[in-house]
């Protein structure tokens, strides 16, 4: 989850800061311009662009894990192609922030862009992935989608609160409040050695509890419960690189 607004705290930065406010403002004008053909494509930054490849990975990989449903549950492949796309979802999320520096060039609607597209490529999707990999209780599909209600909470707060974060002296904040979305990609990380090992559909880990009632549910959905949790945690600071 990149930082993709540009803030400025020493004088040093009060010229680029300003360059900043006249980017925003034009791209402002050319996405509320009623006249014109294209100008939301034309209002886009170089780093918008690479964004939206973010969000490329992660529709991509829900389709994947889709795939893989409708075909052999021992046709693994749609499930890898799902569990690959998610870290190059974060290649693009971490190199959208460089290129904004690099350019000196920051975006608002790069910075909603940055949000949306973490919430599809790590936390849609791996909930999505988990459903295929094996967790389809109705009771594991609720606290998937917890899971990513947490993801979608974190990153709204993150956009509200993050102009109030201590600053560092390059205008980065200090730390995240709750874990990073990306951070999602350890779980995932996780389903890709359980599908390594064949550890899927009547074969995940821990079993199943209930079977056969309503209350059916996999225990190792925690994993996604527990992370959910760590997102939206307030007292939670993980120190920025």
């Not at 052999?72 to 520096?101: E, I, Q």
């Not at 200090?174 to 350890?186: N, R, W």
């Not at 821990?206 to 925690?222: D, R």
Request: glycine share 10%; hydrophobic share 45%.
């Amino acid at each position: 989850m990149s930082r993709r607004t540009g803030a400025s705290n020493g004088p040093a930065e009060k010229d680029v800061g300003k360059q900043d406010d006249k980017g925003q403002e034009k791209q402002a004008q050319l996405l509320a311009s009623d006249v014109g053909h294209f100008s939301m494509i034309r209002a886009m930054h170089l780093a918008d662009a690479i964004t939206t490849l973010n969000g490329f990975c992660g529709i991509m990989s829900i389709f994947s894990s889709m795939r893989y449903c409708l075909g052999s549950p021992s046709d693994h492949g749609y499930l890898w192609a799902a569990l690959s796309f998610m870290p190059f979802g974060l290649f693009f999320d971490f190199f959208d922030g460089k290129v904004a520096r690099w350019r000196n060039k920051s975006s608002l609607m790069g910075q909603e862009l940055d949000s949306l597209a973490d919430l599809l490529s790590f936390g849609a999707s791996p909930a999505v992935a988990a459903f295929a990999l094996g967790f389809r209780t109705p009771l594991d599909q609720v606290l998937l989608t917890f899971f990513v209600l947490c993801g979608l909470t974190r990153l709204a707060r993150f956009n509200v609160t993050v102009s109030a974060l201590p600053k560092d002296s390059t205008g980065k904040s200090k730390y995240f409040e709750g874990t990073p979305i990306p951070t999602s990609l350890s779980i995932a990380a996780l389903m890709a050695f359980w599908v390594s090992k064949g550890w899927i559909q009547e074969q995940v880990p821990f079993g199943v509890i209930a079977a056969g009632t309503p209350f059916a549910v996999h225990p190792a959905v925690g994993l996604f419960v527990g992370h959910g949790c760590l997102m939206v945690s307030k007292t939670l600071h993980i120190p920025k690189p």
